[in-house]
């Protein structure tokens, strides 16, 4: 009995501190396919995945560089998301599709 209170006692502060850790990032899944314009205007791709910290805060996003004739050959990169801006329900970019095509390939 004293072993069972002794466990409890210790499990609810931790319970409050991963809970105080724990972001709602439920609105980044609706990220899914905007599209990612460059310093040209034109449309390098499009938000395929978002990574995310240990502390569930996003931190990066995977793009799918339009690099291919039907989607044939595109291929996805890693973006951080300081090199994204928000503008008119899109996500801009000072990169250009050249530039991308450079980052970190992700392979899921």
């Keep these: 009995m004293l072993k069972s209170s002794i466990i409890a ?3 609810i502060p931790l319970a ?4 105080a ?9 609706n990220i899914d396919d905007i599209a990612v ?5 034109n ?4 938000v395929e995945t978002v990574l995310v910290d240990e ?3 996003p931190v990066a996003v995977v793009i799918e560089v339009n690099d291919g004739f039907l989607d044939l050959g595109d291929s996805d ?9 928000w503008e008119d329900g899109r996500y ?3 990169m250009t599709a050249e530039a991308m095509g450079e980052l970190p390939k992700w392979d899921d």
């Design 92 to 94: 801009k970019t000072t």
């Design 37 to 41: 314009i460059g310093s040209d205007d």
């Design 16 to 19: 409050s501190v991963a809970v």
């Design 21 to 29: 850790q724990t972001a709602d990032v439920s609105g980044y899944t």
């Design 55 to 57: 502390a569930g805060m």
């Design 77 to 85: 990169v890693v973006v951080q998301m300081d090199a994204l801006t």
């Design 9 to 11: 006692a210790l499990a």
């Design 43 to 46: 449309k390098i791709g499009e």
